[in-house]
């Protein structure tokens, strides 16, 4: 327990990455979506204890966090009552605030140390996870927001591990072309995804840098570390 409170951000990054890594594995299981709830709750927890350093934002990512899972939950057992959406939108919230948050800490940190690493890396998984909400968001309100041209109709759906896997392909500006965005905000979401990871890599690379050059002992002549 002590090493999970000096470590929020490593203990948040172990949990997305199980996450995204079982999420192809388990999706068509009978209780896939069972899975997926709990998958859900793990990460929107820990994403609470990363956040919850300071009362404020423990309050505020609690507010976000609890009508997600309790939607998400309630989805799973009534989906008639609650559509996926009404959690969807907390979701996005809440990844919104865990993102910030992450920056913050990323960009005040006064030198680079594990936490900052993990903290950088957690970063990047939540852009995809923020976008595969988006994407599934704008799926429900124009069904034909995206053209799938590969794989079996059963799988064209927006939804779960499709939506992670296409957000972070965009992410990565990598674009196979299986699945294309055809609606205007569709493409619009695309094309801010590549161009927020691109600026995020830059912003990323170029602090972790200046941190480390920042601590690094004066190497002019006469100033030698063994002095």
Sequence with gaps: MTWLRRHPAAQFLGALLLALVTSPFTESLPDGDLIEALRLTVVLVSGVVAVGGRRRMLVAGILLAAPALVGKWVNHWLPALVPDWMFLVPAVLFVLLLLTQTLRFILLSPRVNSEVLCAGV???????????FAYILAARLNPGAFTFTAGPASDHLMKGFTAIYYSFITLCTVGYGDIVPASGAARMLAMMEGIVGTFYMAILVARLVSLHTAI???SKPGNSPEK
């Design 216 to 218: 690094m002992p004066d």
């Design 122 to 132: 957690a970063g990047y998984l939540l852009l995809g996870l923020l976008w595969s």
